[in-house]
């Protein structure tokens, strides 16, 4: 069973270009998150999708970004007009279903996405 | 605001030492989970505790939690090199089923 799968792993982009972030969660995984982390600090929550549905993205800054997770294919992090402030990993989970739909509280990560922005 | 804090911030031990890293929350939680992320790479899971736990073990792991204190130790006996890894713990709850992570403990096991 493989695990999650993001690619890129590294990504360099020069300020003003878009980046796309993809993840492939886990196989049987309908629930997916997207973590953001800078140098030498924990990871910090963006956006939690249900398959076609965004459930929660408190995380999300309010411009620029933003997510999708279709019926069909990975999971997409979209940053337009990139800054040197978004250079960061970008980490990916995914949790299967537990009972009555609701995501199983363990969260299996991606390798991650290490965005540069020049 | 930062749920979670580690301390250490960083730890330096001896192969075969035990390890002992601390989290502190600030909300009630439903889990607390431990991660393991190797310099550079991803993160990997290591144990969930759940809030009407109070302590757990997986193999050299032990997990307390205490939940009046809004607290957690993680526990690595009999380190190896191979230990030597950031740690972090995250919660759930509050906040609904997003993981907020603490700064996390860096340990080092010198062989």
């Known amino acids: 069973n493989a695990g999650v799968m993001q690619n890129p792993r590294h990504l360099v982009r020069r300020r003003g270009q878009e980046a796309r972030l993809r993840c492939s969660p886990m196989?049987?995984?309908?629930?997916v998150y997207w973590y953001r982390q800078l140098p030498e600090e924990g990871l910090k929550f963006m956006v939690y999708l249900q398959k076609e549905n965004i459930i929660d993205e408190s995380g999300m800054p309010k411009e620029r970004f933003s997510a999708e997770f279709p019926k069909e294919g990975p999971s997409i992090l979209r940053i337009q007009q990139v800054v040197r402030g978004d250079s960061a990993a970008y980490f990916c989970a995914s949790s299967p279903t537990q009972g009555w739909e609701g995501p199983s509280p363990e969260q299996f990560f991606g390798p991650g996405t290490r965005l540069t922005v020049l | 605001s930062q749920q979670g804090e580690e301390d250490p911030q960083a730890l330096s031990i001896q192969e075969g030492e035990n390890a002992t890293m601390n989290c502190s929350y600030k909300t009630s939680i439903n889990n607390l989970q431990w991660y393991r992320q190797n310099s550079g790479r991803g993160l990997v899971h290591l144990i969930l505790?759940?809030?009407?736990?109070r302590e757990k073990h997986s193999g050299r792991l032990r997990v307390t939690l205490d939940t009046s204190k809004k607290s957690s130790s993680l526990l690595i006996t009999a380190s190896r090199a191979a230990d030597t890894a950031s740690y972090f713990c995250a919660t759930d709850g509050e906040y609904g089923n997003k993981l907020v992570f603490g700064a996390g403990t860096i340990l080092r096991v010198k062989s």
């Open positions: 505790i759940r809030s009407n736990e």
């Open positions: 196989k049987g995984h309908s629930h």
